[in-house]
């Protein structure tokens, strides 16, 4: 059964299983009305472009986000009402506010939204966050909050370093102590390639792709001509990545979450 390999739909105009969107994106209604039969499930991310260099989201972002996971909520019963609907609880990533500060206040959004979830569409999914460079602190994070973090049924796993490597081994390290499925923000296809090497994670549900798939197409097919190209060239980089996603292995009981 296959991992989730998730992707925006204005990186991939053609059909894809797996979709994430933000307050910010503006292709989600194009694209379900085009590609929605295709759509299994749909993840609307928090956006934490919105937060700028600030460490704080803006006024007005909680009211704008629940809007927007409305808005995605009912274009999916008008056109993929076989699809689910996961939505990430808004976090502070620690390349946007200091540590231990970020994670505080990622912690305090996880609290918010157990309160609200019961009123808001679909599944929420609440983040572990740490400190930049130290893929440890993901961990102290998360075994620190366990309590909270158990009250979700997924959870999401930030990324703290650039380095393909350190990437990997803080899914791989986060996989042993994990008690609930996670989703991994951006994963290069590197890390990708090592967790495929090493056969872990066991729990890691599914990811979402970044532009280093595409530019390494890019790079070795040339530059596309046509629309029809570039739609190719995306679409087989998601191809890729789903690959690597389904070689690794999962966690027995797992399998339930992989459909």
Not at 187 to 215: K, Q
Not at 222 to 238: F, Y
């Amino acid at each position: 059964m296959a991992r989730r390999l998730y992707t925006s739909p204005g990186n991939i105009p053609a059909p894809w299983p797996y979709i994430v969107t933000t307050p910010l994106d503006g292709h989600l209604k194009w694209y379900l009305e085009r590609y929605g039969h295709a759509v299994r499930a749909l993840l609307y991310d928090s956006g934490v472009s919105l937060l700028g260099g600030a460490p704080a989201y803006p006024p007005g972002y909680l009211r704008r986000y629940i809007e927007g996971l409305g808005r995605a909520a009912r274009l999916l019963e008008r056109h993929a009402p076989q699809a689910e609907l996961y939505y990430v609880v808004p976090d502070v990533p620690g390349d946007r506010a200091p540590y231990p500060l970020n994670v505080a206040r990622t912690l305090e959004y996880a609290r918010l939204f157990l309160r609200l979830r019961g009123r808001l569409p679909g599944t929420p999914i609440a983040v572990v966050q740490g400190a930049r460079g130290d893929p440890g602190s993901l961990l102290r994070a998360y075994i620190g909050h366990r309590d909270l973090y158990d009250e979700y049924d997924v959870i999401a796993l930030g990324r703290v370093d650039r380095r393909p490597r350190l990437i990997a081994r803080a899914v791989a390290m986060f996989d042993q102590v994990a008690a609930r499925p996670f989703h991994a923000f951006g994963l290069p296809r590197r890390s990708l390639r090592y967790l495929a090497e090493w056969g872990l994670p066991r729990c890691m549900l599914s990811s979402a792709d970044t532009p280093a798939y595409v530019f390494d197409l890019l790079y070795r097919n040339g530059a596309p001509k046509t629309r029809e190209a570039m739609a190719w060239i995306l679409l087989e980089a998601a191809r890729r990545a789903q690959e690597l996603l389904d070689s690794i292995p999962c966690r027995p009981g797992m399998t339930r979450w992989l459909h």
